[in-house]
């Protein structure tokens, strides 16, 4: 054991401590960003959640991903219809359910929203950034086998993912879907042809 390791706090601790203040950075971008267009952070990531969904989505997925409740999520959309960025309309599949899909400035303002993380991972090469691609899509995949985020179209919880079936390789995944290998710099955080694992 070296001196650093007996006066280093645990370096999970350490690390969780860099993440949070990273995260608080993003947050803080996010906030700046939504200010500016006369939005409220949560306003904003539903309003992105949304636009990232043609098809519409259902007020309850909107409110798991943005990890607020229901009643708060009403608000946010009720905040957005009124300035004519997301629209109500019913399910084709269920007459009684409603889905939220973002109108025509809804789908432009999320277009040219500032990715909160890009400054902080503009200083890594294209190595790093892969290798932190892989680690963020594995935390992503032991929180949702933990039930600690809402359900995410990415990848590693994908059916037609295929993990490490060529190992050693430059992509050693595989796209079922569209049937062709991956590498981990391939892999999608956010996919519209996702279709979650049994």
Known sequence: MSTFDAISEPLAQRLADGLSRLGAVARQIDWQAAEA???TPTQADILRFVASRPAGVRLAAAAGH???????????VTALQR???VRKQSDASD??????????????LAARWPASYAPVVAGLDADDQEAMLHLVMEMIRHLHRRNLIAPQRSCVTCKYFRENVAPGSGE?????FVDAPMADRHLRVDCPEHVAAA
């Open 95 to 108: 007459g009684r359910a409603i889905l939220l899909k973002a109108t025509r400035d809804g789908q432009a």
């Open 37 to 39: 267009e006369g939005l």
């Open 172 to 176: 050693p995944h595989r796209c079922a």
């Open 83 to 85: 300035k004519a960025l």
């Open 66 to 76: 943005a990890g607020v409740r229901s009643a708060t999520a009403s608000d946010a």
